[in-house]
């Protein structure tokens, strides 16, 4: 062996001691990051998990029997299991549900497009058999086609027809007007 591999090998590593204020230091930021972590995944939980829950989109609700539905548009109103965040509550819609020509099933939103009011059905003199709207005089037809003042046709319900009743989904943009 040469000289320079045999001081190297017999050389005894040296240690670094740790300070008193090292071994502080470390010990109170590993403590401050433990309890900072402690509070803030919590908080985080609670801002992400409603992102994560499954949503009821695409859930069905029984609303009417199905030979109670006309040519002639009728309202009925409905309860939907709603819940925004951690609140669940059971809120009332309406919708207009009717016949088509071909005898095919469909309910359209109450909801105006132009500004959000409520339409009814012959509901003006002025515009017999069509959908009015008394805020700021919208008018559709029996198919939910815009006529004046409103941008856009009444939104309509996704349509299930099963053992003799209507059941009624999400609300979609209007699929019965021809543009």
């Known amino acids: ?65 199905e030979s109670k539905i006309s040519s ?6 409905f309860q939907v299991h709603q819940v925004d965040g951690w609140y669940e509550s059971e809120i009332e819609l309406e919708a207009w549900i009717m016949k088509d020509e071909k005898g095919a099933i469909y309910a359209l939103s109450p909801i105006c497009k132009h500004l959000g009011c409520t339409v009814n059905w012959n509901a003006d003199t002025r515009y017999p058999n069509q959908f009015f709207c008394p805020c700021h005089e919208a008018h559709y037809t029996k198919e939910g086609k815009n006529l004046a003042v409103a941008p856009l046709p009444l939104d309509e319900y996704q349509v299930k027809v099963e053992n003799g009743f209507v059941y ?9 007007v021809t543009k």
């Open 72 to 77: 002639e548009p009728k309202s009925f109103k």
């Open 168 to 176: 009624l989904g999400k609300v979609q943009p209007n699929q019965h």
């Open 1 to 65: 062996m040469n000289d320079a591999t045999h001081r190297h090998s017999s050389e005894q590593p040296t240690r670094r001691e740790m300070s008193r204020r090292q071994f502080l230091s470390y010990a109170l930021g590993g403590t401050g990051a433990f309890m900072v972590a402690g509070v803030t995944i919590p908080m985080i939980r609670f801002a992400v998990d409603p992102l994560l829950q499954p949503t009821g989109e695409g859930a069905f609700v029984k609303v009417v029997e």
